[in-house]
């Protein structure tokens, strides 16, 4: 299945927020990262060919981003994380490689292309 992901991929780790509910804090993910979840959500589910994928499967994700930041590892969990959530994958533990993942820029038209393929 490949799909892409259009807008400036976003980490979800790079500046966490701590915030407090009563007498409990929690970490949140930043806003940036939360405001692309929300916009590529609707995408993702709109291309997905599949739903709950729970077998074995490899990804393997091109970050064309707006600016040279962040490190390959955050995208790959900001992305992972937002399969899960779209539905696409039934867990992100089923994402056993990442085979062929680059990060890349492309400052006029920042996206994420990927493909994700069954692992035998």
């Not at 407090?20 to 959500?41: C, I, M, Q």
């Not at 959530?85 to 056993?96: C, S």
Request: aromatic share 10%; hydrophobic share 45%.
């Amino acid at each position: 299945m490949r799909l892409v992901i259009f807008g400036a991929p976003r980490t979800k780790k790079t500046s966490q927020r701590i915030l407090t509910f009563g007498k409990f804090k929690k970490v949140v993910p930043s806003e940036a990262y939360l405001a692309w979840r929300d916009a590529v959500l609707p995408q993702l589910r709109a291309q997905a060919i599949e739903l709950g994928i729970a077998r074995p499967v490899n990804l393997c994700a091109f970050f064309y981003r707006d600016a040279l930041r962040g490190d390959l590892i955050g995208y790959i969990q900001g992305l992972a994380d937002v399969l899960q959530e779209a539905g696409i994958l039934a867990d992100d533990k089923w994402i056993e490689g990442l085979d062929g993942s680059r990060l890349l820029k492309d400052a006029e038209h920042p996206r994420v292309e990927f493909e994700i393929e069954r692992l035998e």
